[in-house]
């Protein structure tokens, strides 16, 4: 059985203020989850997310990480510093880095063996585009992303990462994909796994539906087999919707 995972992608939202302030009122909320649950915040927000939600069993996430472990590299974070700072995981290779900061598949890989290797909890997003799905290439699509994003790991580095499903027409749209779409091509990234690193691999890693994941398709998305948790971004940032999901996947 794999444990579900919620993890909230606040993407660029809130000041240090605000985040105390919604962790404030979320943690109250969440408390007796049978999920594990994540809040990935901004980097600014990482020192008083830590503090506030130390001891509560939500993990603290970044959204971002450089793959060298210091240098020349102006505005970029390593793993050692979201380490540092509280952060368990970071998000990798979201469909927003890969569309405005030109972020490939194998930038993608090379931050997921950093993180990897330094003892943080990856959460690796792959996703289609509106074109690639109109265009049946779906499965092409989220199949070569998911390979060149774990090429050259171990089958225990692979079953301690978390991969994210996220077509990209459904993030931020209300467009949410149905729950046979989205467990199909969930299935589909298992057998990708399977194909690299083997039956038993592939049945523990935790792979993640997000696009439009909110408190009321929580419930039909989170009962389908494949689907091993969300992540979650508008809804994220209200703590009653946040817990709502949650709920539905305790
Ligand atoms: P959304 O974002 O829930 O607002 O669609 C999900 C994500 O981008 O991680």
């Known amino acids: 059985m794999r444990k579900k995972l919620i993890a909230g992608n606040w993407k660029m939202n809130n000041t240090p203020a605000e985040a105390k302030a919604l962790i404030n009122s979320a943690l109250p909320l969440l408390k007796g989850a049978a999920c594990d649950v994540a809040m990935c915040v901004p980097a600014v927000d990482l020192a008083i997310a830590s503090e ?21 590299y102006t505005g970029e974070l390593s793993a050692a510093m979201l380490l540092a700072v509280g952060a368990s995981c970071v998000i990798l290779g979201h469909s927003e880095r890969r569309q405005y900061f030109a972020e490939t598949d194998e930038t993608v890989g090379k931050k997921t063996r950093a993180a990897l290797a330094a003892g943080l909890l990856p959460v690796v997003c792959v996703g289609e585009l509106k074109e690639e799905r109109l265009g049946g290439q779906t499965d092409k699509v989220v ?74 398709n929580a419930a039909g998305l989170l009962a389908q087999p494949e689907i091993d948790g969300g992540l979650i971004g508008g809804a994220s940032l209200k703590a009653n919707d946040f817990a709502a999901i949650v709920k539905a996947a305790s």
């Open 143 to 216: 199949t070569r992303q998911t390979r060149v994003a774990l090429d050259g790991l171990t089958s225990e580095q692979t079953i301690s990462l978390v991969v994210a499903y996220e077509p990209v027409w459904a993030i931020g749209t209300g467009l949410v994909a149905t729950d046979e779409q989205a467990n199909e091509t969930i299935g589909v990234i298992r057998s990708v796994i399977k194909d690299m690193f083997g039956e038993s691999t592939a049945n523990a890693v935790r792979i993640l539906y997000g696009g439009s994941m909110n408190a009321a």
């Open 52 to 72: 506030l939600l130390s001891g509560s069993g939500v993990m603290l996430g970044a959204q971002n990480m450089h793959w060298a472990s210091a240098g020349a």
